[in-house]
């Protein structure tokens, strides 16, 4: 009967290590996925804001085209 406890207690063990390796993957996996979400967006609100000057300035180009006319 001993035997078979320890053998139940192993496989619970394993099969709780496995799991816990397959959590920290998970975890590790999702922070990975994260920071490259925020890069992406740090590059959109970079390229937002260049489009955002460039229409400023065409914006005052166009005003004092109209000013002149």
């Known amino acids: ?11 619970a063990y394993e099969a709780f290590r496995q799991a816990c390796m ?8 999702l922070q990975q996925k994260t920071e490259n979400y925020m890069q992406q967006i740090r590059e959109q609100q970079e390229k937002i ?6 229409i400023a300035k065409l ?5 004092a085209l109209n000013a002149n006319r």
């Open 49 to 54: 804001e260049l489009q955002n000057s460039i």
């Open 22 to 29: 397959e959590r920290d993957h998970a975890v590790k996996e």
């Open 59 to 63: 914006k005052s180009q166009l005003a």
């Open 1 to 11: 009967m001993d035997k078979n406890i320890g053998e139940q207690l192993n496989r």
